[in-house]
């Protein structure tokens, strides 16, 4: 099934879109939003099934043609969103090239931060940003939204509360994230809003690609229309399960909790990168400095997950733009 | 005017409370949550403070005995929880204490980490947490509660976007912290859902206490009934101001943003304590190690502000217990 949610109140309106993007349904007489089915998923999940079912049939009365530019992320505003770093290669090459400290278990204990929840964008909106000297950096991801976990909940049954997959741009302001590490206290100002596909979809919509707690597909990421990498989400480490059970470990997650896999990126170089800071690291590694610059101001980042050659998040497709200046600042 | 949610629904029952705490009246015709009068809040502050005067004159239709217990945190779920440690004292002695590599620019640049928001404790719950060895500590602190804040906001219009003031007790494992600070990707583990006095007030209410965007009150802790600290709020290094326009300097914030200051702490040490660590660090510094233990199940911890021998926000009063493992972890 596939879900996305309209502009319209601060949750958005929710609709099922067809398997093929091309329609969509309102849901209002399931969940008005899609917040509201999360947390009811158990009595909401069959019956939204049902129309999508009915949908992707041509017999769901009320129907429309999608449009992605209606669309906001599938949630606007979530309870949570925890952003692990779970592809250790990227966290490799950033060690080598930046010549960082290494983390001595990151191979047994997840990473994880904790983002700003409360204002994504979505997938063809402006990103607004106060200064082009900030380092702008796209990060393609892939992640998962969650029913209730308890905490205490061990990977397994962590693995049982994934209601729906998501692809994310995670915005990345690159010159306050070296300080801010150091800080310990973790990104804040380089992690402006994050930005999702218009589309969120059950498991099962990726078939044999849902495994292992991991999407198996290839993230096709494009910076100003030339190709910047494919990366594919099964080389995750740690799998979804395992970054749900660490984030769960002390306090219990909302239904509608968000946890992100870190930039998609796989050893080898022949896939690219789902990020500018990484390539830089490897230019840094082989040439010894870095040479793509980051994003300026009218500069574009297009990402996509396909399978058999039809998108199955839509695409996420926008532009860096300079943020209005407040009236009173 | 006083503020507090009572039990039902994700976000809690508005409710206007009296300046003593004693009575209360119900605010669904003006806002069903605080959360929505928040995002009307030029609409809704002024009808909410008319409803006020008249309970505290005893003229208020529907008015009923006030109960902490059946009180919810003010926000029981929030859209963003970010939380300071603005009191350079306890961060100096943290760091002479454990030998930690000083942060160079820490008094020109405020220190804040991005926490959960999706599932605050009311003031008398108990706190449940999985294991006694995680180092489990108290941490008084003041907060405020914004209205929306434009990105790039200066201190001058973040102070204007101040609606309310409130009084946390930001709960904390110790155990996770000097790892989760190394990674670089802050706390994450080491921050179980904070918990909040039950009664969330407008500046105006502590009248000259409320100065330079700071709460010049004491904040008392007592831990098992004996008292630890009573440190004054006035002591902050950066105001709210301050640390709200550096949350806001790359994204906006939605109205209902938590603002906290960090642990309330003063030089001198005569005021005591409001979290272990701190006492744990001057412990080690006085006589090479610490002595006061971490909290046990079924310890205590109580935090209240006074002025004028009245209560402000009414008191944290909690204990700490074993959480239920879930039936399938």
Redesign the interface.
């Known amino acids: 099934m596939k879900l996305a949610s309209l502009n319209g109140g ?1 949750d958005g309106r929710l609709v099922v879109v067809s398997r093929d993007l091309q329609r969509a349904v309102g849901a209002e007489a399931i969940a008005p939003t899609l917040l509201d089915a999360l ?1 009811r998923w158990a009595e909401c999940e069959l019956r939204l099934q049902q129309l999508y079912t009915r949908l992707n049939a041509g017999q769901a009365d009320g129907a429309f043609t999608f449009d992605p530019h209606q669309a906001t992320a599938p949630l606007p ?1 979530a ?2 969103w ?1 952003d692990g ?1 779970a592809f250790l290669n990227h966290g490799r090459l950033m060690e080598t090239a930046f010549n ?2 290494p ?1 001595p ?1 990151m191979e047994t ?1 997840p ?9 994504f964008l979505g997938a063809t909106d402006d990103v ?3 200064d082009e000297s ?1 380092g702008i950096d796209f990060e393609g991801e892939y992640g998962v939204i969650v029913d209730e976990v ?5 990977a ?2 962590a693995r ?1 509360r994934i209601a729906l997959l998501v692809q994310i741009n995670d915005v990345s ?1 690159r010159s ?1 994230g070296p ?15 994050s930005s999702f596909a218009p589309v969120a979809v059950t498991p099962d919509e990726i078939g044999e690609h849902w495994r292992d707690a991991r999407v198996h597909l290839d993230l096709h990421v494009d910076c100003n229309g030339t190709w910047f990498g494919n990366p594919n989400g099964g080389e995750m480490h740690f799998g979804f399960d395992d970054l749900i059970a ?2 769960a ?6 239904a ?2 968000i946890i992100g896999s870190g930039t998609v990126s796989n050893a080898g170089g022949q896939k690219g990168s789902a990020c500018i800071a990484e390539r830089r690291a490897i230019e840094a590694i082989e040439h010894g400095a870095p040479k793509t610059p980051f994003m300026r101001f009218g500069d574009r980042v297009r990402m996509e997950a396909r399978r058999d050659g039809g998108t199955v998040f839509g695409a996420i497709d926008q532009r860096i733009v300079r ?1 209005l ?2 009236p ?2």
Not at 150 to 154: E, I, Q, Y
Not at 249 to 254: H, V, W
């Open positions: 601060k947390e505003r309870p949570q925890c770093s960082l400290a983390i278990d204990i990473l994880i931060y904790q983002g700003g929840s409360d204002d607004p940003l106060p900030h308890p905490l205490g909940a061990s397994q049954l049982s302001l306050f300080r801010e590490m150091r800080t310990g206290f973790g990104f804040f100002q380089a992690k402006p809003s660490h984030a470990a002390t306090r219990r997650l909302s509608g909790t943020a200046t407040p009173m600042a």
